[in-house]
């Protein structure tokens, strides 16, 4: 059972990017999806999220606007579009994995970290400026 993040890579401002949070072992059917990141000297934060059921898509208010959360569960994956991308988006990257079947965590809300059951590894992200 593992989640991979793949994607990351040195882009200049405005650039783009498409992260993939890829899921093997396991269908991620059941499973709400996010993406966190953590600057250098920063605490990780939680950046996007994808439900499961409906599609609901979460996201922070430094990202509005400018990424975009899909998923496309045939290919057992879950994206992350990241356009305009500025400075302070440098970080490394990470999927978790939250199963909604599990319910105690139904009213958490998405950015606390403990409902996660699976992590990916981290991908960097650069955005020079």
């Known amino acids: 059972v593992q989640l991979q993040a793949f994607g990351g890579g040195l882009v200049q401002t405005g650039g783009s990017l498409r992260l993939s949070c890829t899921a093997s072992?396991?269908?991620?059917?059941?499973?709400?999806i996010s993406w966190f990141r953590q600057a250098p000297g920063k605490e990780r934060e939680g950046v996007s999220c994808?439900?499961?059921?409906?599609?609901?898509?979460y996201y922070a208010d430094s990202v509005k606007g400018r990424f975009t959360i899909y998923r496309d569960n045939v290919k057992n994956t879950v994206y992350l579009q990241m356009n305009s991308l500025k400075p302070e988006d440098t970080a490394v990257y990470f999927c978790?994995?939250?199963?909604?079947?599990?319910?105690?965590?139904?009213?958490?809300?998405?950015?606390?970290?403990?409902?996660?059951?699976?992590w990916g590894q981290g991908t960097k992200v650069t955005v020079s400026s």
């Open positions: 978790a994995a939250e199963d909604r079947r599990d319910s105690r965590f139904v009213l958490v809300p998405w950015e606390v970290e403990g409902i996660y059951d699976y």
């Open positions: 994808i439900s499961n059921s409906d599609g609901s898509t």
């Open positions: 072992g396991f269908t991620l059917d059941y499973y709400a």
